[in-house]
């Protein structure tokens, strides 16, 4: 199995509103922690998809002023996010 490429197409579901970010949440995240085993991926695409995944721990569909002072943000911000880091990764996503 190609991890980086099964990695890409659930997040190219989310970025294309095919999935919402719990979705993703589920599809994605246990994916990368429990199925991705450690050599599939370079060190640097690990850490690109890792950030990927550890940013959800702070996605809140609404997030409360506390939540917000702890950095978390909501569902639109980290699919904006997302479109960001996607777009400056063009050696990892190519």
Do not use: C
């Amino acid at each position: 199995m190609n991890y980086k490429k099964e990695l890409i197409k659930k997040i190219e579901k989310l970025l294309n509103s095919e999935i919402d970010v719990s979705e993703f949440e589920k599809n994605y995240y246990l994916f990368f922690i429990e199925t991705v085993p450690d050599n599939a991926l370079s060190d640097e695409e690990f850490d690109f998809f890792g950030e990927i995944q550890e940013k959800l721990d702070f996605v809140s569909e609404q997030p409360s002023d506390e939540e917000r002072s702890y950095g978390y943000i909501n569902h639109k911000e980290y699919i904006e996010w997302l479109r960001k880091k996607m777009s400056s990764a063009s050696s990892i996503v190519a």
